[in-house]
Every structure is written in C-alpha cells, then in structure tokens.
C-alpha cells in the first residue's frame, strides 16, 4: 500500500506562483512515475505534468512553461512550481504514483488563483 499527502495548495492572485509538494510512502518501487492531474468544479479530471525516476517529464500543453515538476528520489517526494498562474488553473491538484501493477492517487489539494 502507498500513501501520498499533498501540500501547499491556496489562494493566489492570477500572476502569482505557488508550489505543491506531495509525499508517498509505503510499498514504492522503482522505477516508477509520479505527477499531477488536476480537476476543476464541472469538468473531468485532466493531466498537468508527470515525472519517471529516470528523469523524463511531459507536461500538459496548457501549462507548458509555466509550471515546473521536479521529484526527489530518496524522499519520494514530487513537487509542482507553478508561475505565472491564471484564474483557468483553479482546480483541485491531485499527486498520482504508478509503480508496476498500482495506480495510487492522494486526497487532493485546492489551487485557487483570483483574477
């Protein structure tokens, strides 16, 4: 089993950066990928960026040079620097770990940017 716990969400003015950080622990293995979707109030939950142990990352192409993950391996911890921020990126953030055979999601953190 393996437990993800996010922070940093809140509320910032459009422009402005926050940073998310999520922490697994439990059963991980690598190699795995860990990332960000996000889910916004009436809509499908929608892929931000993700991240492999090796290194590789893709992001989505609405945050494309705006935002920034990154991870640390012996902590298990992937974070999100997002810059630059719009009121469109309001959503609730969630951390995803995909080691081999498990998907595991954490509770959610809320981003809200004001216009």
């Known amino acids: 089993q393996v437990q993800l716990v996010e922070s940093g969400g809140g509320l910032v003015q459009a422009g402005g950066s926050l940073r998310l950080s999520c922490a697994a622990s439990?059963?991980?293995?690598?190699?795995?990928?860990m990332g960000w979707y996000r889910q916004a109030p009436g809509k499908q939950r929608e892929f931000v960026a993700i991240m492999a142990t090796s290194g590789s990352t893709n992001y989505a192409d609405s945050v494309k040079g705006r935002f920034t993950i990154s991870r640390d391996n012996a902590k298990n911890t992937v974070y999100l620097q997002m810059n630059s921020l719009k009121p469109e990126d309001t959503a609730v953030y969630y951390c995803r770990i995909q080691i081999p055979g498990n998907v595991y999601w954490g509770q959610g953190t809320q981003v809200t940017v004001s216009s």
């Open positions: 439990g059963s991980i293995f690598s190699p795995n990928v």
